[in-house]
C-alpha cells in the first residue's frame, strides 16, 4: 500500500512539474492584444482586443487616466472599431505587462480625434519601455502630416490619418513596463498596444558591415524600431497574411528614384525557404513577386534600381533585403551589385547561387551607419562591371530597415512646422539678407577687436610668465573667460587640456583665501578623506554652505590622471543622481575643487561597519534606484556614453534626504565608437566589484558596470563587505556566495538580519533576479542599466503594495528609518535629460582611497 501511494505521489509530482513547464511556455510566448480606454473588446482582423481594464489579463495600469471615445471617424477599415476609442493622460502613465519574457513586437497604435478640451495637435509625450525611450515630444498628428518624413511604418492609414509605430523588444525578468511621459502642461494618449512573441531566430548574432567586415549586433541589449517593410514589385499585405507576427508589408513604387527602372515579375508557385529557419523571416507572398531592372542593355552600366528613405541621423541602421530567384534555373545568369548609402555592401551577388537554387526564399542582413550630417538612406541594385554585359540584370524581392538603439535611445526629437509658405520663404530671405549685412559689420568688429586684444595680450606675457614659478603646474587655464592675469600655458609651455574649468560651466571661482577660511587654514581635524591626489576636508563657505573640498597635493603625480578625469567628467555632466562640482580654486599652483557636501556619506556607511541606523528595505530600493539613475543617464546622456568603470558603495553618496547620488568618475572612460563594441583598456576598478570579462580581455564596455552594480544589489541585501578574508572559504567572495543562494532561489537565507520580516517576499525574488542576471558570465547577456533601472521600479511598486496590504505600515521600525522613509514618488520617476538636470546636491563626507 505505501509503494502505490510514494508512486502515485511521483506520478503526481510528474504532472505537476510539467504542468508548470507547460504554463511557463506559455506564459514566456504569450500575447496581448489591448484596446485602450474602451470598456469592452472588439475583434479586428479576426482578433480579439481587450480592455486596458479588463481583470486577469496580466496588465495593470498605474492610474485609469480620462478613457475617450468618438462615434464619428472616417474611412472604412474594420481596424477604425478599435480606434473610436483611446486613453489620454496628463500625468505619467504606466502599463505594466507580467508573465512575458524574450523578444517581442511590440506595436503602439495611435489614430487622433477630437475629446472635450483636448486639442490633439497640441499633445507631446515621450514613451519609455523598460528604460529604452522610444520617442520624444511625440506629436501623432505632426508625425502623420510631416510630408519631409514618412515615418508611419509599418503602416499608416491616411484615410482615418492612423499611425503605427513598431518596435521589437527584449523584455528579460518577465515584465514589460510602458511608461507614457506627457510634457509639461500638455497631454498624450494611445489607442491600443500590440505585443506578439517574435521568433529567436529572426536576427542573426554576426551582420555584414557596409563597406566590409561584420558586427555583433547584440540585440538582446538593444531596441529595434522597424523604420520601412516593404513588399516590392507586389501588393501590400496585410497583417492577417503574415503568419503569427501580424506585419504590415507596404509597396515600394513611392520610395523609387525612377519607378520604370524596375519591372514587376512574379511566380506563385513552388516557392519554398531555403531553409526552415527562415519561415518566420518572411511570408512567402513576400518571395513570390520582385522587382528586376527594366533595360539590362544600357551603355551606361551606372544604371540601377535605386530606392531612397528619410531615415534619422545618428543612429546605426539593419537594412534586411528579401530575394528569390523566380526565373532562372543555373548559377551565374543574373548577378548583380548591392549599394548601401552610396558604397558597395556586395560584389557579383547571385541569388541562385546563395539561395541554393531557383525559386528557393533566401534574405540578407547589411549594417550601416548614417552619421548625424544626413537623414536619407539609399538602397540600389545595379550591374556589375567586373561581370561584363551578359548576365548583369539585378533583382529584389522584398526590403525592411530597422533602426537601432544607441545608448539605450530610439528617440529623435522632430520639429514640425505647419506654417511653411511662399510668403515666409520670402519674408526668412529678407530676413537672411539683412542678417548677413549686420552679420559682415560685426565680424569686421571682431577682427579689429581681436587684433587689439592680441596685441594687448603679447605685451603681458612676459609678466605672466613670472607670476607662473616653475614645478607642478596647475590645469587651469590661469585667464581666459574668468578674468585672471596668468598665460594659457604652463611653465613648460605646454597647452592645457581643451576642457580646463575656464571653458567650462563648473560654479564658482573660490580664492584661496575662501578656501583657506573654509577649512580653517586646511585644519587636519576637518580631513574627511585622503587618496592619491590628496585630500578632502569637510568646509563651511561664506554664505553657511557646507562643502567637501579636495585639494590636490603639488608635491604628488599620483592619481593626477584621475583627478583629471574627474573634472572632466563632472564638467560636463549634469544629473540629480551624479554629484557635481559648486566651484574651484586655481591660485598660487594649488587644484582645488569644491563640491556640495553631503549629509549621510556612502551607502556602504548605512549597511555595515559603522553605529548608524540601518536603512529600511524601502530606502535601500530608493538608493538603488537612484544609483541606477545615475549610471543609465551616464550611458545614454552623452553621445558615446561614458562607463564609471569603479561602482562599488562607497561611491554612492546619500544626501540629508537619502537620496542616492553617483560619485568619483576619476576612472570613467568614454564609451566606444560607434563602429566598436568596446573600449580597448588597461583593466582597473576596486577588487570584488570588478567585471570578469573586462579582466580578461581588457576590453571595457557598459556591461562592466552592469556587472558591478549587480555586485552592489547583493552588498545592499545581504549588508556584508563584497570580500572578506575572515569568513570561512566558501564565503570570503560575496558573488559566489550570493549567487549560490540565489540559484537556489533560497536567497532570503543570506540576507542582512534586521530584514527579515520586514520586505515583501515577492519583491525580495525580483530583487534577486536582477542582479543574478546583472553579473552573468557574458556581458551580452546581462541587461542594459535602463532595463535594472525599471525592474528595480517594480520591485519597490511590489514591496509598497506589499506594505500597504499588510495596513499601511513601515518595512523597518528604525525611528530613523521612519524619519526618513518618505521619499515622494516624483523623486523616483523624475525625468532625467540634461536639460531638466541642473541641480545637483554633492559629495560625500567620506572619500576612501582607492584600493
Not at 551606372?302 to 528619410?310: C, D, G, I, V
Not at 528579401?322 to 543574373?334: G, V
Not at 607642478?472 to 592675469?485: C, E, Q, T, V
Not at 580631513?527 to 561664506?542: R, W
Amino acid at each position: 500500500m505505501e509503494k502505490v501511494q510514494g508512486w502515485e505521489f511521483f506520478g503526481m509530482l510528474f504532472l505537476a512539474v510539467i504542468f508548470v513547464f507547460v504554463k511557463t511556455g506559455e506564459a514566456q510566448s504569450m500575447s496581448f492584444l489591448i484596446n485602450c480606454g474602451a470598456n469592452s473588446s472588439v475583434n479586428v482582423d479576426g482578433r480579439k482586443w481587450v480592455s486596458d481594464l479588463a481583470p486577469d489579463n496580466n496588465l495593470t495600469l498605474s492610474s485609469t487616466g480620462l478613457a475617450a471615445s468618438t462615434s464619428t471617424l472616417g474611412g472604412q477599415s474594420e481596424s477604425n472599431s478599435l480606434y473610436k476609442t483611446a486613453r489620454i493622460f496628463t500625468e505619467v502613465l504606466n502599463y505594466t505587462f507580467e508573465g512575458i519574457q524574450g523578444d517581442y513586437f511590440v506595436r503602439l497604435h495611435f489614430c487622433p480625434f477630437s475629446f472635450e478640451n483636448f486639442n490633439v495637435n497640441e499633445s507631446s509625450f515621450d514613451i519609455v519601455a523598460n528604460g529604452l525611450k522610444l520617442v520624444a515630444a511625440f506629436n501623432v498628428p505632426g508625425e502623420i502630416s510631416n510630408k519631409n518624413m514618412n515615418l508611419q511604418s509599418p503602416r499608416s492609414n491616411s484615410s482615418s490619418f492612423s499611425l503605427i509605430k513598431e518596435y521589437i523588444l527584449a523584455v528579460s525578468l518577465n515584465v514589460l513596463v510602458m511608461e507614457f511621459i506627457p510634457a509639461k502642461g500638455s497631454f498624450g494618449f494611445i489607442n491600443a498596444i500590440e505585443i506578439v512573441p517574435m521568433a529567436d531566430n529572426l536576427f542573426g548574432e554576426s551582420v555584414g558591415k557596409v563597406g566590409g567586415g561584420s558586427v555583433n549586433l547584440n540585440l538582446s541589449g538593444r531596441g529595434v524600431e522597424t523604420m520601412y517593410r516593404l513588399n516590392v514589385g507586389g501588393p501590400e499585405i496585410y497583417p492577417n497574411k503574415d503568419s503569427d507576427l501580424w506585419r504590415t508589408w507596404e509597396v515600394d513604387t513611392s520610395y523609387m528614384i525612377t519607378a520604370n527602372a524596375g519591372s514587376e515579375i512574379s511566380n506563385s508557385s513552388n516557392v519554398t525557404y531555403s531553409s526552415m529557419n527562415d519561415s518566420m523571416v518572411a511570408p512567402l507572398d513576400v518571395y513570390e513577386t520582385a522587382r528586376t531592372m527594366s533595360n539590362t542593355e544600357v551603355l551606361d552600366k551606372r544604371f540601377n534600381m535605386s530606392w531612397k528613405f528619410e531615415v534619422h541621423p545618428d543612429f546605426d541602421y539593419l537594412v534586411r533585403l528579401h530575394f528569390c530567384e523566380l526565373l532562372f534555373d543555373k548559377a551565374n545568369q543574373r548577378t548583380f551589385r548591392i549599394y548601401i548609402n552610396n558604397r558597395t555592401a556586395a560584389y557579383s551577388f547571385d541569388v541562385y547561387m546563395r539561395a541554393g537554387g531557383k525559386n528557393k526564399a533566401y534574405h540578407q542582413d547589411f549594417v550601416d551607419v548614417v552619421s548625424s550630417k544626413f537623414d536619407t538612406l539609399w538602397i540600389q541594385l545595379g550591374p556589375d562591371t567586373a561581370a561584363g554585359g551578359a548576365g548583369t540584370d539585378a533583382l529584389l524581392n522584398g526590403l525592411e530597415i530597422f533602426k537601432l538603439s544607441r545608448n539605450g535611445n530610439l528617440a529623435y526629437l522632430e520639429r514640425y512646422d505647419s506654417d511653411r509658405t511662399s510668403g515666409n520663404s520670402k519674408t526668412w530671405i529678407l530676413w537672411v539678407g539683412i542678417g548677413a549685412g549686420v552679420a559682415s559689420v560685426v565680424i569686421l568688429a571682431s577682427v579689429i577687436t581681436f587684433i587689439f586684444c592680441f596685441r594687448k595680450s603679447r605685451r603681458r606675457k612676459s609678466n605672466d610668465t613670472k607670476d607662473n614659478p616653475s614645478g607642478w603646474r596647475p590645469l587651469f587655464l590661469h585667464g581666459s573667460i574668468l578674468n585672471s592675469n596668468a598665460n594659457a600655458k604652463g611653465s613648460s609651455g605646454t597647452q592645457l587640456p581643451s576642457w580646463s574649468v575656464a571653458s567650462t560651466r563648473v560654479g564658482k571661482r573660490f580664492t584661496l583665501a575662501e578656501i583657506r577660511a573654509a577649512t580653517n587654514n586646511f585644519d587636519e581635524s576637518l580631513v574627511i578623506g585622503v587618496g592619491g591626489f590628496g585630500k578632502v576636508y569637510k568646509g563651511e563657505t561664506e554664505d553657511g554652505t557646507l562643502a567637501a573640498i579636495k585639494r590636490a597635493d603639488p608635491q604628488s603625480d599620483q592619481g593626477l590622471s584621475e583627478f583629471e578625469t574627474e573634472i572632466e567628467m563632472l564638467s560636463k555632466l549634469r544629473h540629480r543622481h551624479l554629484v557635481s562640482m559648486i566651484g574651484f580654486c586655481e591660485e598660487q599652483n594649488e587644484m582645488i575643487l569644491v563640491y556640495e557636501y553631503m549629509a549621510n556619506g556612502t551607502l556602504r556607511s548605512h549597511l555595515f561597519g559603522s553605529d548608524l541606523p540601518p536603512l529600511s528595505w524601502k530606502q535601500r530600493l530608493e538608493a538603488c534606484i537612484g544609483a541606477a539613475r545615475g549610471l543609465h543617464y551616464l550611458h545614454t546622456g552623452a553621445e558615446r556614453g561614458i562607463i564609471h568603470r569603479d561602482v562599488k558603495t562607497t561611491n554612492i553618496l546619500l544626501d540629508e534626504n537619502f537620496v542616492a547620488k553617483m560619485s568619483d568618475f576619476g576612472l570613467s572612460k568614454t564609451g566606444p565608437a560607434l563602429d566598436h563594441t568596446h573600449v580597448s583598456t588597461a583593466v582597473k576598478g576596486s577588487f570584488g566589484y570588478l567585471d570578469p570579462e573586462y579582466f580578461r580581455r581588457q576590453q571595457l564596455t557598459e556591461k562592466s558596470d552592469v556587472y558591478s552594480f549587480g555586485i552592489v544589489l547583493f552588498e545592499v541585501v545581504c549588508a556584508r563587505a563584497v570580500i572578506n578574508p575572515s569568513l570561512p572559504k566558501d564565503q570570503i567572495n560575496l558573488a559566489e556566495w550570493a549567487m549560490k543562494w540565489q540559484r537556489q532561489r533560497s536567497l532570503e537565507t543570506i540576507i542582512d538580519p534586521r530584514l527579515k520580516g520586514n520586505c515583501s517576499p515577492e519583491s525580495l525574488k525580483k530583487f534577486g533576479e536582477i542582479a543574478e542576471k546583472c553579473i552573468a558570465d557574458e556581458g551580452k547577456t546581462r541587461p542594459t542599466m535602463g532595463e535594472v533601472l525599471w525592474h528595480l521600479e517594480y520591485v519597490l511598486q511590489l514591496h509598497e503594495a506589499w506594505t500597504h496590504s499588510n495596513n499601511g505600515e513601515n518595512s523597518f521600525s528604525s525611528s530613523q528609518a521612519l524619519g526618513q522613509d518618505n521619499t515622494e514618488a516624483e523623486e523616483r520617476h523624475k525625468p532625467t535629460s540634461l536639460d531638466e538636470e541642473t541641480g545637483c546636491d554633492l559629495l560625500s563626507k567620506s572619500h576612501n582611497r582607492r584600493n
